[in-house]
């Protein structure tokens, strides 16, 4: 309940602040899926979230759960600390069990906001791949076209799960979520080619 609430009081001035639309709710499934962002920005999670009524877990650095009360609120909406530089192992297995509950587990595949605008998509990190194979489950790719500035209009794209049902039952050695993680970033970016606007498309040409 006191999440509803708190989605409610906070839509309205967060649109008028950070404004965003998105698109292709049809895509997400009832039943469990990683829901995985490109990551531009830190208000990326709470437009997504507010957009959304259904309560993911969300990985979320462990920096931002120093403030108490912030820790809170971030843990009520579903914020799950993690420890970026080191294997979390038990941030893992609160993702996996999330999973086998039927939840939305809400991941950005980069691990870092892509900080200059003018890169397309950082380097995807295994950990996404891993946890979707291991626990068979379809990933989501939501793709967020710029960086949230104030006043500033951002589109969400949500695109059709998809399952990477070829590496189910094999060792998932380095070379095997390598080659994981390539066809992941592959279908971000097609889902980015989908919705390219048409200036866009003939920069991209020459």
Known sequence: MFYQICKILLWIPLQILHPSIIFGRKNMPKGKAIVAL??????????????????????AKKELFKNKPFAAILKNFGGVPIDRDKNDINAIKICMKALKENKHLVIFPEGTRLKDESQIMGEIKSGLAMIAIKTKT????VWINKKARL???????????????????????????????KIVREKFLELRAQHLTKKQKKEAKN
């Open 38 to 59: 490109n990551h531009r920005s830190n208000w990326d999670y709470v437009m997504f979230g507010l957009s959304t009524w259904r309560k993911n877990v969300v990985m």
């Open 138 to 141: 379809p990933i989501v790719p």
């Open 151 to 181: 006043f500033r209009l951002v589109k969400l794209y949500i695109g059709k799960p998809f399952e990477l049902d070829q590496f189910y039952d094999k060792k998932l050695d380095e070379e095997t979520l390598e080659e994981a993680s």
